[in-house]
């Protein structure tokens, strides 16, 4: 299933330590199925046997499998790109940190150990929810499907939001604009800050102006506080991001094709 991502661009950098752990985003409708999900978790040598134990009395819909930090050492990226989402034990960061930090559109997270009888929940919190990928000026995460009705992204995205932006330093004031996209579509403006729409309308005047056109009136803007306007509503962003069940039976070419013509057209 393609993914609806977004893509949260900042208007100062962050100080940002790069690590391979990301914050946890809470949200109703979970992308997959359980079933479908597929995860790995990796666990410190002296761990793994009563870790395994635990998973064989206790079965983890979604967990495909568990290895310890040898077996993590001999096994190549394309194991590890096999896996939907990956968790390890806080207790070996320092040893996985910088391989896991190569894997792109990989869910990863650290999760505590010491408790093996709650690592159930920990593991199905991970699997039904998102996290929240970061850099220095831009924050990305996969809030949906294509599959998805669009009610339940819309869902998605109001409810993850103030999850998202707690996680941000200066809050909304640090939002320079929100873009919407999968993989491989364009990215769709859905929130843009009030110094970007600033800018959009002087660049607008300046091309008038050397038109010898009427100059645009001067846009009167909502209360500062807010310091966000809206550019266009999620709705109509998941509109066209949103596939039929005819669309998704042709192939990926076909359906990138389409998406793309469907966002050109909103655009216009």
């Known amino acids: ?28 409708f979970p ?12 666990v410190a040598n002296s761990k793994l046997e009563d870790v395994k134990k635990h998973v064989d009395k206790n ?25 939907d989402k990956i968790m390890f034990d806080e207790k070996i960061e320092k040893f996985v940190v910088k391989r896991l930090q190569k894997l792109h559109n990989i ?21 039904d929810n998102v996290t929240m990928k970061s850099n220095k000026n831009w924050r990305n995460i996969d809030i949906g ?8 992204i819309i869902k998605n995205i109001n409810k993850g939001m103030p999850q998202i932006v707690s996680h941000i330093p200066k809050k909304w004031k640090n939002i320079q604009s929100i873009y919407i996209k999968t993989d491989e579509s364009l990215a769709f403006l859905i929130y843009g800050s009030i110094e970007q729409e600033n800018d959009l309308l002087a660049r607008e005047k300046r091309l008038q102006d050397d038109n010898g056109e009427p100059s645009a009136k001067k846009m009167k803007l909502p209360n500062k506080e807010k310091n966000l306007i809206v550019c266009d509503s999620v709705q109509n962003a998941s509109n066209n991001l949103k596939k039929d ?3 998704l039976r042709d192939s990926k070419k076909m359906k990138l094709k389409s998406l793309k013509v469907q966002l050109k057209r909103l655009a216009q």
């Not at 949260?8 to 809470?26: D, Q, R, V």
């Open 145 to 152: 499907t294509l599959q998805m009705d669009k009610e339940k």
């Open 1 to 28: 299933k393609e993914k609806i991502k977004l893509n949260l661009i900042l208007k100062s950098h962050s100080k940002f330590a790069k690590s391979a752990n990301s914050e946890l985003i809470k949200i109703p």
């Open 107 to 127: 869910e990863i997270r650290k999760i505590k150990l010491q408790n093996v009888e709650r690592m159930g929940l920990k593991i199905e919190t991970f699997r």
């Open 245 to 247: 069940e005819n669309d």
């Open 59 to 83: 079965s983890i819909v979604g967990l495909g499998e568990i290895i310890g930090l040898n077996q993590f050492r001999k096994e190549r990226i394309a194991f590890f790109n096999s896996f």
């Open 31 to 42: 992308l997959f199925e359980p079933k479908n999900v597929s995860m790995l978790l990796i």
